[in-house]
């Protein structure tokens, strides 16, 4: 017998027992907006790609060294199911661990995590400071500039829309929709 899918509500309760970083948990409001987003796209279960966005980086404010490792331990001591922490653990795919993503919601994960991050920054800069009127075309523009947003690891996102099979300007512009449904939470809703 499998585990049971966690409700949202445990998940974020989780998250908030590891993260009390505003910037930490907003990130992950943003990467479960997208991947929501995303799961209506390809026609997957939002719930389920949603709660795999919001907990990705459970363990990364308390145990950075150990990024994804911790995160696999706590999720299999709460009894979560296994392709879910497949899931999470993927997302540091050739940076902290080996768990290649090979499922379409972990490929996903994989390419938007860091792309959030980008997205985010680019909204930030403009005047309104949202992502309600932020295009792709912006981002692709601030995407070229390799000192702005500098801790983003563009080559991630390149491999992410690669293993996707995607062009970067759509898998943008997904992303940008995915955190626009978000926007209030993420503190991006700006004056738009």
Known sequence: MSSQIPTR???LALLKNYNTSQSLIKHAFAVEGVMRYMAGKYGEDKNTWGIVGLIHDLDYEQFPEQHCKKTEEILKENDWPKDLIRAVVSHGWGICT?????????KVLFAVDELTGLVATSALVRPSKSVMDLKAKS????WKDKRFAAGVD???IQKGADMLGVELGELITDT??????VAVEIGLKGEA
């Open 154 to 156: 563009r080559s991630i």
């Open 98 to 106: 080996d768990v290649k993503p090979e499922s379409t919601m972990e």
């Open 139 to 142: 981002v692709k523009k601030k």
């Open 9 to 11: 509500d445990a998940a």
């Open 176 to 181: 940008i929709l995915g955190m626009r449904e």
